[in-house]
């Protein structure tokens, strides 16, 4: 159980937390919500015992593991797989233990049991390959990989050691859409405590069951899911309204009388009473109005179809291809989704389609008046840090006066003060925002987007689903915020193997599609054939393979109990030879169970489909 009770904390003179209290269940998974600057970094350095409290107590089981994301790996010339190892350093410790006390030693093959030590390579691997890598990158050392990609093994050390309570920071800012979608399952399973800052819609519905929201300096944890978490704020604030008017217009009514009738002796008593009142009467607050997040792109005029028309392409690096047989066309009024694993060549498409990469074959076909933006992270890393907001448009639209370009500033949610600071100071968010304006200053025909909602809060991705919805120009989409997919996007590209082709089906299925492990998922199809109706037969032996999976599954966790008792024994580590036996019949059996589980979960989803 995590108990905050009473704690205060201040910043530079700005107060952060006051007076916050919360508790949070063993076990739970929680999300922490709230507007940016308002201290969710801060509330989690505070649990960490990184900072000192002003007032007030965090209490947490003696003995318990706390873990986050601190910062990116070294670039050393360790490999990810032997670099996420040693973050479980209880287990690289007793690893590494040397000694000649067969007590000794079986103490340390009990522990090392109890911590599923024998499968630590294979479950170390799943994690990594689970966020992005290879099974070719996983033995490659750090050095190999840039800082974005080294935080990813960042994060795979830190769930591979499962802290008793895991603080995750923004998670999906370093992942595509498939490894969000990986950590979405992979902590709806974790079976600690989590405590997760997201901005992430669609994680924070799936992956938690409580929302801990900080807001005016307080902490209150509400029950359910993001969406269950809004529509109770949302009906809260409107009730708090409403009692706000009532009682200014109660208080109204009381001051009118007591200015009309307290110089009149007949009615003083009265007018005293209602001054009373008045003293007494504590103050409903009405609910401070979110400030407006918006995103005004600029209306292109409309060009006569397709803009791109891609036939027989490919392209790629050095004179290798990457990606053939293209036959793409795009037209003002699409909106298009790349779905595909990483390295699978969706970055590459987007950059021959916005003419930073030029094809190696086949005919590419572009309006000759065509404007194209272009946004991707590195651009958000590229701004001058020691220039200003407006210094920036300015460079680039020298000929307006300075009171449009700060219109133009506004437009995106960057205000007269955000305008005169220096990028360096401004917030990840506010970063975004003025690489969105650059990208869309010249009123682009077609925006191609990679990851535009990293370091944006719930407010600006809301805002950026609307001014997407409203604008006229067309739209290419790399992100693993599906909850922005699935409202903006009207058409899905899958990029894999090769080959860019139609997914016919919607988003949850190819969720479910990466989340199966499948490789064969369903996509260029010319028509969705109508699903059959599973036979009575065809119905009962899906039942059969689930049982039959399930049966597995408990003959081999009763091995491996068994395995577990002998590997305690002392006596056995006398003979090291045969020690080592039994050590490699647990780490088969280990392995065995998994396989059982992947073709158990594999048979309830085809019997969950007939049932559907």
């Not at 944890?221 to 409107?238: E, H, V």
């Not at 969720?511 to 109508?530: N, V």
């Given at each position: 159980m995590?108990?905050?009770?009473d ?5 530079d ?34 649990i ?7 007032g ?14 601190a ?15 040693a ?31 024998w499968?630590?390579?294979g479950?170390a ?9 290879t ?6 050392p750090c ?27 923004e ?11 990986w ?14 800052i ?9 992956a ?8 005016s ?35 109204e ?17 009265q007018?005293q ?36 028309n ?26 298009i989704?790349l ?24 005919t590419?076909?572009r309006h ?5 933006g ?7 890393d590229?701004?001058?840090?020691d ?26 949610g ?6 005169e600071?220096?990028v360096?100071r ?7 925002r ?14 191609i ?12 991705r ?40 139609p997914y016919e ?7 479910r ?20 109706k599973a ?16 049966a ?9 109990e ?5 590997l305690?024994?002392?006596?056995l580590?006398e003979?090291?030879?045969e ?29 969950e489909?007939m049932?559907?």
């Amino acid at each position: 159980m995590l108990k905050i009770q009473d704690i205060t904390y201040a910043i530079d003179g700005r107060t952060l937390i006051e007076n916050a209290s919360v508790t949070v269940p063993t076990g739970h998974k929680v999300g922490i919500v709230g507007r940016n600057g308002a201290g969710k970094t801060t509330l989690f350095r505070i649990i960490r015992g990184e900072l000192v409290l002003e007032g007030g107590s965090i209490e947490i089981p003696r003995g318990a593991r706390i873990g986050g994301v601190a910062q990116e790996v070294p670039g050393n010339e360790v490999s990810l797989l032997d670099t996420v190892l040693a973050s479980d350093t209880e287990r690289a410790a007793l690893m590494a233990e040397e000694s000649d006390d067969p007590h000794r030693i079986a103490e340390i093959q009990t522990r090392l049991a109890d911590i599923d030590a024998w499968s630590a390579e294979g479950r170390a691997a799943s994690i990594l390959r689970g966020v992005g890598f290879t099974e070719e990158e996983i033995h490659m050392p750090c050095s190999a990989f840039s800082g974005g990609w080294r935080m990813r093994v960042a994060l795979a050390g830190v769930l591979f050691s499962a802290p008793d309570f895991l603080l995750l920071d923004e998670p999906t800012n370093y992942l595509d859409l498939e490894g969000a979608l990986w950590l979405e399952n992979y902590l709806g399973r974790y079976p600690h405590t989590v405590l997760l800052i997201s901005h992430d819609r669609a994680l924070l519905n799936r992956a938690v069951g409580a929302i801990l929201h900080l807001e005016s300096k307080k902490l209150t944890l509400y029950t359910g899911n993001y969406d269950t978490f809004a529509k109770t704020r949302a009906a809260q604030r409107a009730v708090q309204a409403a009692a706000a008017k009532k009682q200014a217009a109660h208080r109204e009514h009381l001051q009118s009388f007591v200015d009309r009738f307290k110089a009149k002796a007949s009615k003083a008593k009265q007018a005293q009473s209602r001054v009373k009142m008045l003293e007494k009467m504590e103050t409903i607050t009405a609910p401070e109005d979110a400030a407006r997040v918006v995103f005004t792109f600029p209306e292109p005029e409309e060009l006569s179809p397709p803009i791109i028309n891609i036939e027989g392409g490919s392209v790629g690096y050095d004179g290798k291809a990457i990606l053939q047989r293209l036959n793409l066309r795009i037209d003002q009024d699409d909106r298009i989704a790349l779905l595909g694993r990483n390295g699978e060549g969706k970055s590459t498409l987007s950059k021959l389609l916005s003419n930073r990469l030029d094809a190696m074959g086949g005919t590419i076909t572009r309006h000759s008046k065509l404007r194209i933006g272009f946004f991707a992270q590195h651009q958000v890393d590229e701004l001058h840090l020691d220039e200003t907001p407006l210094d920036h448009v300015r460079r680039e639209l020298s000929h307006l006066e300075p009171v449009k370009l700060r219109a133009k500033l506004a437009s995106f949610g960057l205000g007269a003060e955000q305008a005169e600071t220096a990028v360096g100071r401004l917030s990840g968010g506010q970063k975004a925002r003025l690489s969105l304006l650059l990208a869309t200053l010249d009123a682009p025909h077609l925006l191609i987007l990679d990851e535009p909602t990293n370091h944006l809060d719930i407010e600006s991705r809301e805002a950026l689903v609307e001014a997407l919805t409203a604008y006229s120009g067309a739209v290419v989409l790399v992100s693993h915020d599906m909850h922005l997919l699935s409202l903006v996007a009207d058409r899905l590209w899958l990029v894999k193997d090769g080959a860019v082709t139609p997914y016919e089906e919607d988003l949850d299925a190819y969720r479910r599609f990466l989340l199966s492990g499948d490789e064969k998922p369903k996509a260029a199809k010319q028509a969705a054939p109508a699903r059959r109706k599973a036979t009575r037969e065809e119905f009962m032996a899906a039942r059969s393979e689930v049982r039959k999976a399930e049966a597995r599954i408990e003959k081999l966790t009763e091995m491996s109990e068994k395995l577990q008792v002998k590997l305690a024994r002392p006596e056995l580590y006398e003979n090291k030879g045969e020690a080592i036996i039994w050590q490699k019949k647990y780490a088969e059996v280990v392995e065995a169970t998994e396989r059982a589980e992947a073709l158990w979960l594999a048979a309830l989803d085809a019997l969950e489909k007939m049932e559907s």
